[in-house]
């Protein structure tokens, strides 16, 4: 019985990780991680193995997230590192499911920082590859009502790859997205109205 409800409790940390409200929980009981495991039932036979892991914070941020296969291999990490409630770099290791990615090899990485600006407001994120080469970086940029008013997206070689302008009312609603090309041609735009 005591198994049961300690595995009871597991999944429902595992789901409610998902929840702000969640997290306020996982704080306040101070749960420091999490261990999940499944039992498969296939033709009349059960296995069971452990199939995740999570570690919390002092805050209940999630910082490691760890999936495995059925033989016990990781399937999946992430790591995340937090400063306060601002996320600043996250890495995925996806190195994908032994059964179905076989012949496949799929193997993903790619490693996200953040950076904030001294309001908490995001102004950059980068992507690199395994070996530490940037992907992408998207710049962003606010204006005195800490509207989002821009983000510029480059790829690895800082080539610029879009940028798109945010319009506002007076009333401070976003009224139009617009999306840019190289050479500041025009792909997109999107306007927004409201009913009152």
Partial sequence: MKRLCLALLCSFLLIATSYAQSK????????????????????????????????FDKDGNTIENTEYNTDGSVKRKET??????????????DRGDKESDASSGGKK???????YDKDGDEIEQVDYDEKGNVLKKTTYAYNKNKDKLYEVVY????????????????????????TYGPGDVVLKVVKYTYGY
């Fill in 109 to 115: 990485y790619k490693k996200t920082t953040w950076k």
């Fill in 24 to 55: 306020k929980l996982i704080k306040e009981l101070k749960v420091k991680n999490c261990t999940e495991t499944t039992t498969l039932y296939e033709n009349g036979k059960e296995s069971t193995f452990k199939s995740g892991y999570k570690v």
């Fill in 80 to 93: 995340t590192k937090y400063s306060g409630k601002n996320k600043t770099e996250e890495i995925v290791d």
């Fill in 155 to 178: 790829d690895g070689k800082g080539t610029l790859i879009k940028k798109i302008a945010y319009g506002y009312d007076a009333k401070g609603l976003k009224i139009s997205k617009t």
